[in-house]
């Protein structure tokens, strides 16, 4: 309630009694800088004040000596304009020389401070002693009532701004279709170019980012006309620490996935192995390489991964050479057997016939000479193991032919024990009967 509201013979009573000042404008930014800093510590001076028992305001430091008006009327006038608002139960208010006391029960914190405003804007009123409690029952109605004022503002905000949010999804819109267009000139003019397929991919995804962070930009300033450019990149360059510290890991990641697209040794279609995964790479992505396994399983593993440990670019050369033991009895000639091994090598077709095939003598076994094997064939793990099996199964048809034995292994057991070489001189002798 206001002093206009009150009738013209109490009037009198209800005078404000501070003059509005004028505030130059430099002195209100001031202000407003200020209360920005140490807003922190006016909030807990004042929550520390406000869980007092007694509210105690001082409404102004004049204070009238003569003509001052009686307790009781000043006492009579406030009870009249608390109780016609309804908003009080077992009100009581008292007056004592200039100050007033209220007590009683108010329907919420609002009419409570409510109170002590009126009280204090009272004329000849010094001080104000607000001990007004707040009822803690819940009011349906009053409550559903606030929260149907919430949503009609809500809904008439979204109303008065749905032109600008239309015009910014549109936006959008046209940033996407700017983004297919440029992605696919892109595509059509860097595949001209003698460029690695991984390169061409960081061009086009970089393309992209760019693309979308202008039109986000633009479509946040359509949509918060108060929202400038300027004042947007402040917001993401503020925001970008946060979200720096809350993705660190995907960062890392898209970081890690550009240094792969741009310099990396390996490309889409190599054979690579990392961490235990062998397979073919398949895509790479800002954020993560998509690796093809030798089983037919995806593995999709983080570019922070692969630039931490220690990769193998199984196919970064057309040719692999390929190593296996080969052993022939003591009793064969050596040169020959090798002679033979060589020739049988050299006669597959997935042998690289221009690298040498090399054949050496590499140990003494416990019962065969054996033989390091080694040839060129292609890099990629499927023409490893089919020219690993061509080149087994040739050596062993042409040491067969040859009458080369591939000797097994011999094992010769001592018995000390008599009743045990007994045994078996007997057990021999009867198998020799029966022959």
Not at 15 to 22: C, D, M, N, V
Not at 109 to 131: C, F, L, M, Y
Not at 393 to 400: Q, V
Request: a negative charge; glycine letters at 6%; proline letters at 4%.
């Amino acid at each position: 309630m206001s002093c206009a509201s009150i009738p013209t013979e109490h009037s009198d009573f209800c005078r404000p009694r501070i003059q509005r000042s004028l505030i130059p404008h430099a002195l209100k930014i001031a202000c407003v800088i200020l209360l920005a800093v140490f807003g922190s510590g006016i909030a807990t001076a004042q929550d520390s004040s406000d869980t007092s028992d007694d509210n105690v305001s001082t409404p102004g430091p004049i204070v009238e000596v003569d003509n001052v008006a009686p307790d009781q009327a000043i006492a009579r006038r406030l009870t009249e304009i608390f109780e016609s608002s309804g908003w009080f139960t077992d009100l009581n208010v008292g007056a004592e020389n200039g100050i007033v006391t209220l007590t009683g029960v108010a329907d919420n914190e609002q009419h409570q401070k409510w109170a002590a405003d009126v009280a204090g804007r009272t004329q000849d009123v010094i001080s104000v002693i607000n001990k007004l409690t707040i009822d803690p029952t819940v009011d349906l109605q009053s409550s559903q009532e606030i929260v149907q004022n919430s949503l009609g503002t809500l809904l008439h905000n979204f109303l008065a701004r749905s032109p600008l949010l239309i015009a910014s999804l549109f936006v959008l819109l046209i940033t996407a279709i700017l983004a297919k267009v440029v992605g696919w000139s892109l595509v059509k003019l860097l595949g001209k170019r003698n460029l690695r397929p991984s390169l061409q991919d960081l061009i086009y995804q970089l393309s992209s980012i760019a693309l979308w962070i202008v039109g986000l930009l633009t479509a946040m300033v359509v949509a918060f006309p108060g929202m400038t450019p300027s004042k947007a990149l402040t917001v993401l360059g503020l925001g970008s620490v946060a979200i720096g510290f809350a993705f660190k890991d995907i960062f890392e990641n898209f970081f890690a996935g550009m240094l792969i697209l741009w310099r990396y040794p390996f490309d889409r279609g190599d054979f690579i192995t990392c961490d235990e995964i062998t397979g073919k790479v398949e895509r790479i992505t800002i954020r993560n390489t998509m690796i093809r396994g030798l089983d037919g399983e995806l593995s999709v593993v983080p570019n922070a991964t692969l630039l931490k440990n220690n990769v193998d670019v199984l196919t970064s050369q057309p040719q692999r050479r390929v190593r296996i033991d080969c052993g022939v009895a003591y009793d064969v000639d050596i040169d020959a057997a090798r002679e033979v091994i060589r020739e049988a090598v050299a006669s597959c077709k997935s042998v690289q016939a221009v690298r040498t095939t090399e054949v050496f003598a590499k140990e003494f076994a416990s019962s065969s000479v054996n033989y390091e094997v080694a040839w060129w064939t292609g890099s990629k793990p499927t023409d490893i193991r089919r020219s690993r099996d061509e080149v087994v199964s040739a050596i062993k048809r042409a040491l067969d032919d040859a009458g080369i034995e591939i000797p097994f292994p011999y094992r010769t057991l001592t018995f000390k024990d008599a009743s045990v070489k007994s045994a078996i001189k007997e057990s021999l002798g009867a198998a020799a009967e029966t022959n």
